[in-house]
């Protein structure tokens, strides 16, 4: 299984109209049918550069499936964001390969 994680600073001052943007924008991209689940997070670091930074993890059902979410679809799905946010907005995109999974369930 591969993770395609996104991290984004975003300006504190478009931080809760990016936040709301992105809880829709998220919907969006799993409906493209490349991906089995998503999560938002927060990373908890204070930035040099300020702002607020968030990691969105999306879990592609196979290497071929983020390929194809590459070539149809990310590129448009991309443009709204760039269009809203342009210079209040900086993401960073990072494949991963899950190895192995753990878990455990105390009771």
């Not at 210079?87 to 960073?92: C, E, G, H, R, V």
């Not at 991963?96 to 369930?105: A, C, G, M, T």
């Given at each position: 299984?591969?993770?395609y994680n996104v991290t984004v600073n975003i300006d504190d001052s478009v931080?809760?109209?990016w936040l709301g943007w992105i809880k829709e924008h998220i919907?969006?991209?799993?409906?493209?049918?490349?991906?089995?689940?998503?999560?938002l997070s927060k990373v908890l670091v204070e930035?040099?550069?300020g702002g607020q930074t968030y990691s969105i993890q999306y879990k592609a059902h196979n290497r071929e499936a983020?390929?194809?979410?590459?070539?149809?679809?990310?590129?448009?799905?991309?443009?709204?964001?760039?269009k809203r946010f342009a210079?209040?907005?900086?993401?960073?995109r990072t494949e991963?390969?899950?190895?192995?999974?753990?878990?455990?369930?105390f009771k």
């Open positions: 299984m591969i993770i931080h809760s109209e919907p969006q991209v799993l409906a493209t049918g490349k991906f089995t689940e998503a999560k930035e040099e550069m983020l390929n194809q979410y590459y070539q149809q679809d990310a590129e448009r799905l991309r443009q709204d964001g760039l210079d209040k907005m900086l993401a960073f991963l390969e899950i190895i192995d999974e753990y878990s455990v369930n």
